[in-house]
């Protein structure tokens, strides 16, 4: 244990909190506050941590330090030792001479994280705040506190205020009574229920506690929490729902009858453990405080990682390497990928059962593992060790065509560009679609995504720099995109692979000169590419502007299947399109019209509108695509009728006849302007 002064003369308090599953956060709880008001009442300068509900590890060490105190106190509980560890290193970092207190037992804890807690704190294992804040009070070479004087209160000391008694709540127990006299007084008070923290109180002591608040409750509402053996029938009925809206009771120890009744009753829950899941443990024991991250707004500096990808085969060790490296980076919302053999699959299956992912000792939140032989027809996809129906698998675009009707339904196909014949193919498919407006998609019922598809995207919008996904290979190597070399190594920190990643990204952004660029808001800016473009990606962006397009198309039949029918093959698709020849209407165009053009697209026979940014979508006849085209590129009268004459074999005059019907409806369905 750290050789801790007794001239402790500031002081701190905190604890980390879990709930059923995770842990929700950092702050102080009731008892902190009864013993920073004792401890503050002998001269000692005490500060309660608040806390925030989410942030990284290093955004709570801040918020902790910016309290300005010399010491801190933590209680402690074998789920909350490794965070709260994290939390003390964090400080001691920022803070080298600051001391700790830890209250709590730390049996069951994780060794080497007790071992390492008390070799930096001063610890002792007793819960009661008597205890602690007498124990406190003996470092600080002052008197010892006592609990029940008025003075010890944190609401009549003014250490709290009517603001936090919604949130903090009171202790039952021999300034309670005070307590609800100053409630009484309060005027501003917030108006929700108060929690009664009545836990470890004999029975009739929690009766006299109901007594206390029908005689001095003041019109208040109140949320009861209490142990199981204590409540009984009497205390029940004493908890008018005028009073008491939520009776939270710890432990089974109700007898049945009583039981049976309160599991009638709506405010009442009770927390037998059960609840208290062996994942809960295992986070709390083993895991790390930023995996319940978000961000703090006023705090956050880099991002964190939602996805971290490794090869099933690599050693166990190395796996808890990788995780352990991206530990304190992961996202709440993180999944682990394994990718594996068929026969690696089935094995693992067992060990990622949620809720105990033994896999990386409770965390991340969920766990996949993709079949991906290479070459393989197909792949299968688990999650949290669990078989999902949906198989997948990976399809090179210089094989899209050849694959054709071999293309199963109902299987995921992701799009490949990766090697010089993908490149080659994509010029190919761009040239054609930029000349005619053609593209060969898969038919409806089979499902195609391109991966990184964010390549291909507009406006700057590649995201490499939030650093959200990351894969880890064999030997540590770090990469972001699935298909681009390695950015570095688990032997970095991720803070510097986040860095690594933001300046390459601008370097490339001003190599390639991208502010001058003519189809900047065209581009994503892709800054990681395979090796096949070979400094390609600028110019095949450049030579076909309407790449993105191309994009949201290949996929676009399967969204068609309810207006092209179940037994549909169509997988040809022709687009009308602004910025492109016409494909419908033959004849002599005008001034182009302005506004939010619709895409027309000619696939299996029919004549489909497509909003690209609502999603929406409405079947038109080819005489109405033919309007519409003419409509948006601004063609005469005169030359539209003559079109549609030819085309379909009526006079001009029944043309122009029903031309007015026919815009008015198009009008109507938002297809053209007014
Ligand atoms: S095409 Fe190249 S230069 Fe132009 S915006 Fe895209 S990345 Fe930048
Ligand atoms: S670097 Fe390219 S592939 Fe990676 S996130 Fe950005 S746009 Fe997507």
Redesign the pocket.
Same mark, same amino acid.
Request: aromatic share 0%; hydrophobic share 10%.
């Given at each position: 244990m750290t050789d801790l002064g007794n001239n402790v003369k500031t002081i701190g308090f905190a604890r980390v909190k879990l709930d059923v599953e995770y842990v929700s956060g950092v702050g102080f709880d009731i008892h902190d506050a009864h013993i920073a008001a004792a401890m503050a009442a002998q001269g000692i300068g005490v500060k309660l941590y608040r806390g925030r509900p989410e942030g990284r590890a290093s955004d709570l060490v801040r918020q902790l330090l910016r309290q300005r105190t010399e010491a801190y106190h933590f209680c402690v509980t074998p789920y909350n030792a490794a965070p709260t560890l994290q939390l003390l290193r964090g400080i001691d970092a920022l803070q080298p001479h600051a001391e700790f207190f830890l209250s709590g037992p730390l049996d069951g804890a994780n060794d080497k994280v007790a071992a390492a807690l008390r070799e930096r704190s001063a610890w002792q294992a007793d819960t009661d705040p008597g205890v602690i804040a007498a124990w406190l009070c003996r470092h600080a070479a002052c008197a010892p506190a006592a609990l029940s004087s008025p003075s010890s209160s944190p609401y009549l000391s003014g250490l709290l205020t009517v603001h936090d008694v919604v949130q903090t709540g009171l202790l039952a127990g021999p300034l309670l009574a005070a307590e609800l006299q100053w409630l009484a007084t309060q005027s501003s008070a917030d108006a929700g229920p108060v929690p009664i923290w009545a836990l470890q109180l004999a029975a009739p002591v929690l009766q006299a506690t109901l007594d206390l608040l029908l005689a001095q409750g003041g019109g208040r509402q109140y949320r009861l929490h209490a142990d199981s053996s204590a409540f009984t029938a009497a205390v029940y009925a004493q908890c008018a729902p005028a009073l008491v809206t939520a009776i939270a009771l710890d432990g089974a120890d109700l007898a049945p009858d009583l039981q049976a009744q309160l599991a009638t009753d709506p405010r009442c829950t009770i927390d037998n453990g059960a609840r208290r899941t062996a994942r809960c443990q295992l986070y709390g024991t083993n895991g790390h405080l930023a995996l319940r991250t978000g961000s703090y707004f006023d705090a956050k500096q880099l991002p964190s990682l939602n996805h971290l990808e490794l090869d099933a085969d690599l050693a166990p060790a190395a796996r808890r390497a990788a995780y352990a490296w991206a530990a304190s980076d992961l996202d709440l919302r993180s999944a682990v990928v394994l990718r594996a053999t068929e026969r690696r699959y089935n094995e693992l299956l067992p060990d990622l059962r949620t809720p105990a992912l033994a896999e990386t000792d409770g965390w991340p939140k969920h766990a996949y593992v993709l079949v991906a032989e290479p070459h393989a027809a197909q792949a299968r996809l688990a999650l949290d060790g669990k078989s999902v129906q949906f198989e997948s698998a990976d399809l090179p675009l210089a094989q899209l065509g050849a694959a054709g009707s071999t293309l199963r339904p109902g299987v995921q196909y992701f799009l490949q560009i990766r090697d010089s014949a993908d490149v080659a193919a994509l010029r190919a498919r761009l040239a054609l679609f930029e000349r005619s407006g053609e593209l060969h998609g898969a038919p409806p019922a089979v499902n195609l995504a391109v991966d990184?598809r !964010? %390549?291909w995207?507009v406006n700057g919008?590649?995201?490499?720099h939030l650093m959200r996904r990351l894969q880890v290979g064999p030997q540590g190597e770090v990469s972001? !995109? %699935?298909d681009?070399p390695a950015i570095g190594s688990t032997a970095q920190r991720y803070d510097d692979l986040v860095l690594e990643a933001r300046k390459r990204?601008q370097l490339a952004t001003v190599r390639r000169d991208c502010a001058t660029c003519p189809v900047r808001s065209q581009c994503?800016?892709?800054?990681?590419?395979p090796e096949a473009f070979a400094g390609q990606y600028c110019e095949i962006r450049r030579a076909y502007p309407n790449m993105t397009l191309f994009f949201d198309m290949l996929g676009l039949p399967a969204a068609l299947m309810p207006l092209l029918g179940d037994g549909s093959v169509a997988a040809h698709m022709q687009v009308s399109s602004a910025g492109m020849a016409n494909r419908f209407y033959g004849g002599a165009c005008g001034t182009a019209r302005t506004g939010e053009r619709p895409q027309i697209i000619a696939i299996g026979g029919q004549y489909i509108v497509w909003w690209r940014q609502q999603r929406r979508l409405l079947r038109i006849s080819q005489a109405m695509a033919v309007i519409a085209e003419a409509w948006w590129t601004g063609a005469a009268d005169a030359d539209l009728c003559a079109s549609l004459s030819a085309q379909f074999n009526v006079t001009a005059d029944d043309a122009g006849a029903s031309l007015a019907t026919a815009r008015t409806n198009l009008q109507q369905q938002g297809v053209i302007g007014d």
């Open positions: 990184n !964010c %390549r995207g919008s590649c995201r490499v972001t !995109c %699935r681009t990204q994503s800016q892709c800054s990681q590419m």
